[in-house]
């Protein structure tokens, strides 16, 4: 414990200066716990890092706003908080999350009255479990076997923490056997739970001037790119093209300040773009760059075919159930331990396509361009991704552990 609270003590530091410096008063009084609530109350303490966890954890929080819980959400990035606030959801208060110091989580939880804390996914911070009054739950919970070995090296510690959860539903059957050998009590396991099988898709409309540029049948969409994908894909495109000469690629970086790493790539291969950022037109281009934030959903209606990224490095891959969610086919890499049980069913149900190198995904994406062969992948893709998942069952047992 005094390892992590020196080692959380110095990025703390580098946090506060860095907001100091930028003079950002409003992000450090988050950080800081120091923005109280302007109405007195109890309330459920509810954090979801980035906007991807605050997507899945949608019908949860409209589920115990219907159950007349206040809420109090922490999000760990300006974009989620926009998200979150662009909701207008009722008894609910949104904030940057605080830093993980045990004086500004016991700060925050006696400010805000907090008599219980929620936690989505991977983020499990220490002091917000041990300093917790009330009972501390984890819903869709995912613990990598690198992040599990990083725990097994301070059993005491990684037992005493878990030791503070009440209520465990993991997101696949792996991660609940890695939680279970670094020390969660067997009283708080629950079922296994992925929640971004409820993924609903959000009401976007395409502008019809935008959607006049593109043919679904033959766009493909390499959805939220890191560093050492865009290469591959951009190769993977142009050898495509040699036999659809009018198949297009939308390119949706995961971090859109790659942009010009991205443009640097588009020269070198010769390929003409637009930009979205600028406000271009894709009329023409063999490339449409959508350098922005929070318009995915536009993206996979005009795709009839998704490559889901971050599954050729080392990320573990991105969520299958959003572009499934918008009949387009699935092509994806080989490193998908994010979403290892989804991945593990589209597999199973040959629903969608393994791709490692540029050759093969190529010929996956001039496969796809088969209006017939789309389909089929794309209906077989959500009949393998859909599964029973039981929201009421899941909310008696949330409810039940928080005695709302």
Known sequence: MLLYRLVVGLLACGIVVKLCLRRDWATLSDRLARTGPTDPGARVWMHAASNGELTSVKPVLSALLDRGVRLLITVNTQSARDMAEGWSLPNTDIRLAPLDLSHVTRRMMRQWSVTGYITVESDIWPHRFLNCPGPVLLIGARLTERTARGWARFPRFAKRVLSRVSYLSAQDSRSLARFRDIGLPHTAVGPVFDLKALYTPPTLPVPAELAQHFDRTTTWLAASTHGGEDALLLDAHKRAQADIPDLKLILAPRHPKRADAIIANLQARGLSFARRSRGETPDGVDVYLVDTLGEMPLWYQLAGTTFVAGSLTDRGGHTPYEPAAFDSAIIHGSDTGNFSAAYQRL???????????????????????????????????????????????LMRDICSRLGA
Not at 358 to 386: G, M, S, W, Y
């Open 347 to 393: 597999g199973d149900a040959k629903a969608a396509i393994e791709a490692a190198n540029a050759v093969e995904i190529a010929t996956a994406v001039t496969d796809l361009t088969n209006p017939a062969r789309q389909k089929e992948f794309a209906a077989a893709a959500r009949r393998a991704l859909h599964q029973d998942t039981n929201l009421d069952a």
